[in-house]
């Protein structure tokens, strides 16, 4: 490359432990970015992808951190500028779009205010009607419905796909040369990622502005991007054209990314039956599971729900959150959930704990009203940065269901609590960390462990593991497994990875605007799609090819344009 608009040499970033030492977090790290270029940065939870990404705009300031090396965006040497000149660096010149959005939003203030705020920073000569249709603009331009209404909402009112579209808005509203996107379609199901995805791409062709991405989902990285930079361990184990890297990697690591991603057309059958034999659950076999651990075989009914409905608001600001919906979910049974963001699948699962009472139908838990019951239902939420207290640490906020009723003593419940995050995959001596101090993927599976702590029948899983790499996405999705066939639990699966639901469930349900317009056996659902929604689903998850990537992005805008010209 002649030309570079981020040039990055031999980063490295240490962070303080605490007692006075540093952990190395990025190792060395040399990339360049040449205008209107895409790279993708990818790699397991806890790889340095986001720190690397944080150092880009001197997001690191502040924190303690060490930083070596050098990062130029632009011509601009982040390392040294300041005051003015590093805030037209951010924003002006780089734009971020963080992967947690509940966090990077202010909760008090309006979305379209926040967004047009950006905009007068950047442009003071600006009036406040300017910036706010410049964001209602933005907004729609990421696919926000009735822009101009949603604009006057908070953040707490949209779905968390909808917080992340805002954020991208926001990200694009100043249109930057450089955007750097952490994660940016974590939260999204797959027909609105494809929509971001191909906004960002003619965002590229449009204006000339580069993309660093950040993803640990393999499909999206090979339809977005133009090169490929894989970390471990905070170091770049390969990197390359996109086209070399996932069709001929040359890194073991890089192979093994790989063949851990999870395949549409892979059946939950064929996921069990390459599962090594086990032996008979303590106190033997659980009713309702076969000995593989693979499906229901008539199992008693745990939940049901019957004819549910949610409505939010009064008058003209009265919305259905979910529209008459009826399912039940068996003994040991997996429930997977799919639909668009906004179209009712966490509110659904929040009525099914209990979080959430229904304005008509009913929610039975072992015969009894769900909103009567105080034990056997738990929930995994969405977002863990903020389900979890960032003033106590890990092995507090996980103890806490233990130490309900003081049957157990301090000792015996952190000895649980230790086991608890060895099953998700995390050392047990973090019990004194705090969140800050994990990534997106370790707090998720901090998530888990709090959830499973009081042994619960059943657990609602609000994308459990969508912020998680494949290797780590795997592992979960296998313990989860495992904890179903010992003790008896029955999960209900909320995902926008269709993919990974079709692997862990025994049967499925699509839901659009509130209502679940199929259901069945995954196979069925997946091989032979009877409504127009559930086949659109389908033909929207990314694929590994980067060339058929390149021609269903072909696809969907010359289908784009002949619905404008029609």
């Known amino acids: 490359m002649t030309s570079s608009l981020l ?46 990404a944080g150092a880009l705009l001197g997001l690191h300031r502040g924190t303690g951190a060490r ?61 406040r009607r300017a910036a706010r249709e410049r964001a209602v603009a933005a907004l729609e331009r990421v696919g926000i419905p009735d822009a ?36 940016p379609t974590t939260a999204l199901d797959v027909t609105v990622q494809a929509q971001i995805l191909d906004l960002l791409h003619e965002v590229r062709e449009g204006t000339g502005a580069g993309l660093v991405l950040v993803s640990h989902d393999l499909g999206v990285v090979a339809g977005s991007v133009d090169r490929v930079l894989v970390m ?95 399912l ?15 179209s009712g699948k966490t509110t659904l699962g929040r009525m099914l704990v209990g979080l959430l009472e229904p304005s008509g139908g009913s929610v039975r838990f072992r015969g009894e009203e769900v909103t009567g019951v105080r034990s056997g239902l738990q929930m995994v939420f969405q977002d863990p940065a903020s389900s979890l207290n960032p003033r106590r640490s890990i092995g507090e906020s996980v103890a806490d269901p233990l130490r309900v009723g003081g049957a157990l003593t301090d000792r015996e419940v952190t000895g649980r609590v230790r086991g608890l995050l060895e099953r998700v995959g995390l050392d047990p001596g973090w019990y004194g960390r705090y969140p ?52 008896g639990l029955a999960l209900v699966l909320i995902a926008h990875d269709l993919a990974v639901v079709r692997q862990a469930s025994d049967r499925v349900a699509v839901m659009r605007r509130g209502a679940v317009v199929e259901q069945g056996p995954p196979d069925t659902v997946y091989d032979a799609p009877r409504h127009p929604y559930t086949k659109a689903l389908l033909a929207a998850v990314p694929v590994l090819d980067p060339v058929e990537a390149a021609a269903r992005r072909a696809g969907r805008r010359a289908a784009a344009l002949d619905a404008v010209g029609a």
């Open 67 to 127: 930083l070596g090396g050098a990062v130029r965006v632009g011509g601009v040497d982040v390392g040294s500028v300041t005051g003015r000149g590093l805030r037209r660096l951010r924003g002006g010149v780089a734009a971020m779009v963080f992967q947690d959005p509940l966090s990077a939003l202010d909760p008090y203030q309006a979305v379209g205010d926040q967004i047009a705020e950006v905009r007068r920073v950047h442009f003071p000569g600006s009036s």
């Open 7 to 52: 040039d990055v040499q031999d980063l490295t970033v240490d962070f303080p432990t605490g007692d006075g030492g540093f952990v190395r977090a990025v190792d060395g790290v040399s990339l360049r970015l040449a205008p209107g270029e895409a790279l993708g940065l990818v790699g397991e939870s806890g790889s340095g992808k986001s720190t690397v």
């Open 436 to 487: 800050h101090e994990l990534s997106g993927g370790q707090r998720q599976r901090v998530g888990i462990a709090r959830a499973l702590a009081p042994e619960p029948r059943l657990v609602v899983c609000d994308e459990p593991v969508s912020a998680l790499d494949v290797t780590t996405q795997a592992q979960v999705l296998e313990l989860l497994a495992d904890l179903q066939r010992e003790l």
């Open 148 to 183: 101009a209404r949603r604009a006057r909402s908070r953040p707490h009112e949209f779905s968390g796909g909808m917080r992340q579209r805002a954020l991208i808005a926001m990200a694009l509203v100043c249109e930057p040369r450089l955007i750097v996107a952490d994660e």
């Open 232 to 326: 471990r361990g905070g170091a770049a184990v390969e990197q390359g054209p996109v086209e070399r890297v996932l069709g001929a990697p040359e890194h073991p690591y890089t192979r093994r990314l790989l063949a851990s991603v999870p395949r549409l057309e892979t059946s939950r059958a064929s996921v069990v039956a390459a599962r090594p034999p086990r032996g008979p659950a303590p106190g033997g076999d659980v009713p309702g599971r076969d000995a593989s651990g693979g499906g229901t075989s008539g199992g008693d009914v745990l939940l049901e729900a019957v004819g549910v409905r949610k409505e939010f608001g009064r008058g003209r600001r009265r919305t259905v959150g979910v529209d008459g919906v009826s």
């Open 328 to 342: 039940t979910v068996a003994a040991g049974e997996t429930l997977g959930v799919v639909g668009e963001s906004g």
